[in-house]
């Protein structure tokens, strides 16, 4: 397997480009099955989950085809199948967003469950139940779930009130909702900027659509939906890590393309912690001098709140703060993973129930690591670039899942990193 290695040390300096939200990329590419006319998505970010939606919806039928750039339009004109299976739905949970597309146009769906993954259990329990609001027979056998419509084959508009906030859910109840017949309306909806964005591609393909980005939002279902182009918008959990590499490593870099407008309880949180950063023509210039940034306590919470995706990179960067810092996890319960991994770099965390006490030390040491999940492994990517010695990270492929040329990007600006393919890695073991 390949690996990632780093020597610490570097500070950073230059201009790294932000690439399109994967977050938002998946549920625009699922949209696509909404209608039988082209979607055209463009700054769509090249990574392992971007070619496992494409694979799954290539398999219902859908004709994708990329340019290398990084536009991708999607053709959903002929379906073949409304089943999506467990070797495709076990590789990626938001396999799950073809769900509510493929039952609303077609009257019935049949979805693998997706199953538990690291950083949690993680259950589809609100999706199916919304979907029931709208008509659905919704049935679970074989480890599938089998949805149908209503008599006639169209899912009926109606109110979906979620017990809790789920991003996901609001995406499959969207899609599903724009092919419903009359008015849905999404109570405790999610408010993240991805769900915004979602919103725009339905809006532009016929779907009347209000409050997206509030907690309640009306869907006015239409019979057919029309086809559409579409600019993903910033990945601002991307931007985040960086932004935190930036904070690790000390140096100064503009993020190209970002909007700091996305993260801003990201920012305050970097502020408070003694990091500069500052809008720019450009996108968002971040720079921290030679002081160690200061510990500062944070909570993760569903948007506008810190996001869960940069829990692990903000326990690194407070790994090496001056004084302690208290992170607690609210929406996952087991995103803790990386804490062992970097204790065996020199850091001091101890974990109690969801919250992370850590207690800054003055420097890292490098050590082989490996990492669970996609945000988990580019925290040790970060605690690397701050480490003395090599850092080399093992299982790659979970930041192939999310990290457009990570090693590009970061070489660019100044880290030592670079990326040994598996024989070598495996020889030198
Ligand atoms: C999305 C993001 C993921 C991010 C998460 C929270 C995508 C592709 N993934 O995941 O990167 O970490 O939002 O910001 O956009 N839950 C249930 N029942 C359900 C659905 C969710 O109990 O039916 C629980 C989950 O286990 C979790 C919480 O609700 O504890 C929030 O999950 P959710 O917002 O649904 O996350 P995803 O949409 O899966």
């Known amino acids: 397997m390949d690996q990632i290695r780093v020597r610490g040390g570097q500070r950073l300096r230059g201009t790294l480009p932000i690439s399109g939200a994967k977050n938002a990329a998946l549920p625009l590419m699922a949209a696509a099955l909404l209608s039988d006319r082209p979607v055209r998505l463009d700054h769509v970010p090249d990574l392992a989950d971007i070619a496992s939606m494409t694979n799954l919806l290539r398999q219902h039928g859908v004709r994708i085809e990329r340019d290398d750039t990084s536009s991708m339009t999607l053709d959903a004109g002929e ?3 409304t089943t999506a299976p467990y070797d495709l739905v076990r590789k990626m949970r938001a396999s799950v967003l073809v769900l509510g597309p493929l039952l609303a146009r077609f009257g019935k769906a049949t979805v693998s469950l997706p199953g538990g993954c690291a950083i949690g259990n ?25 949805a149908r419509a209503p008599e006639g084959g169209r899912l009926r508009g109606g109110r979906v009130s979620f017990p809790f906030v789920s991003v996901g859910a609001t995406e499959n109840l969207m899609m599903a909702a724009a092919l419903a017949m009359g008015e849905t309306t999404l109570i405790n909806a999610a408010r993240e900027p991805e ?20 907690d309640t939002v009306h869907i006015q279902g239409r019979e057919r939906l029309g086809g559409a182009e579409h600019r993903v918008l910033p990945d601002r959990i991307e931007t985040g890590t960086y932004a935190m590499a930036v904070a690790i490593a000390g140096g100064d870099v503009v993020l190209q393309g970002a909007d700091g407008g996305l993260i801003e309880a990201v920012i305050d949180t970097l502020v408070r912690a003694g990091v500069g950063v500052e809008t720019v023509d450009e996108g968002l210039r971040v720079t921290r001098g030679v002081d160690p940034v200061i510990g500062v306590d944070m909570m993760t919470e569903p948007y506008p709140g810190f996001p869960t995706d940069l829990q692990a990179q903000y326990m690194a960067l407070m790994t090496v703060a001056s004084g302690a810092s208290m992170i607690t996890e609210t929406i996952f319960e087991n995103r803790f993973m990386h804490v062992p991994e970097l204790g065996r770099m020199g850091a001091n965390i101890t974990v109690h129930q969801a919250s992370a006490l850590v207690r800054g030390v003055p420097g890292l040491t490098g050590a082989p690591v490996m990492a669970t999940d996609l945000r988990a492994s580019v925290s040790l990517v970060l605690a690397g670039l701050a480490a003395g010695g090599e850092t080399a990270i093992s299982r790659v492929y979970h930041l192939d899942r999310g990290y457009e040329r990570l090693v590009e990007k970061l070489a660019a600006c100044g880290a030592d990193i670079d990326r040994v393919a598996a024989a070598r890695a495996a020889a030198e073991e």
């Open 79 to 81: 379906i073949v199948s």
């Open 122 to 146: 993680r259950p589809v329990d609100l999706h199916l139940k919304g979907l029931a609001d709208l008509g659905a027979q919704v049935e679970i056998g074989g480890g599938y779930v089998h």
């Open 195 to 214: 769900i915004v964005d979602l919103a725009r591609l339905l809006a532009a393909m016929g779907v009347v659509i209000e409050g997206a980005g509030t």
